[in-house]
């Protein structure tokens, strides 16, 4: 097993409120060009940002529930 930079967070991401933009890139399978698009670009609001270097952490049951709402997704 290959080891693992940094730290991991040991409870599994279906079971977590926020996630990364990059995390939650993963958990959907939408590119994380994507999902910076619907964070910074507006029409998705429900995300915090924390510490000095603004570090985006996005609600993900929230985002679950735009994706389904949206319907379709432009690329």
Request: proline letters at 1%.
């Amino acid at each position: 097993m290959a080891k693992q930079k940094g730290w991991t967070n040991s409870i599994p991401v279906q079971e977590r409120t926020f996630l990364t933009q990059r995390e939650l890139s993963r958990y959907t399978g939408i590119s994380y060009d994507l999902v910076r698009k619907y964070v910074k670009g507006g029409e998705f609001e429900d995300y915090i940002t924390v510490g000095k270097q603004n570090k985006v952490m996005v609600d993900r049951i929230a985002f679950e529930n735009f994706l389904k709402a949206k319907k379709h997704i432009e690329k």
